[in-house]
């Protein structure tokens, strides 16, 4: 089992950066393939950014490309995300997640999340 505690949301201007952090807890942490998911106000939870278990590979959802960088740290067992020039369309929680698998979106363990507000 993993345990996921998000960090680093906040307010931003537009065109504005922010890194968001997860802690991870659990033997498993490095086997799994991790992910940031965001759920906006009034709409479903969509996939914002995978990457492997080893972190060479990374996957991105369409309107996060060439903006957000997802990482990790195995040895801290943490994953990242840096998000810059963000948009007011980019507020939402973000949750961190365990993937089930590499290149999917189907989740194991969620995070409780951490609220992102991009202002105009």
């Known amino acids: 089992q993993v345990q996921l505690v998000e960090s680093g949301g906040g307010l931003v201007q537009a065109g504005g950066s922010l890194r968001l952090s997860c802690a991870a807890s659990g033997r498993t942490f490095s086997t799994y393939t991790m992910g940031w998911l965001r759920q906006a106000p009034g709409k479903e939870r969509e996939f914002v950014a995978g990457?492997?278990?080893?972190?060479?590979?990374?996957y991105y959802a369409d309107f996060v490309k060439g903006r957000f960088t997802i990482s990790r740290d195995n040895a801290k067992n943490a994953v990242f995300l840096q998000m810059n020039s963000l948009k007011p369309e980019d507020t939402a929680v973000y949750y961190c997640a365990a993937l089930k698998q590499y290149g999917r979106t189907a989740v194991d363990y969620w995070g409780a999340g951490t609220l992102v507000t991009v202002s105009s």
């Open positions: 990457i492997s278990w080893s972190g060479n590979n990374t």
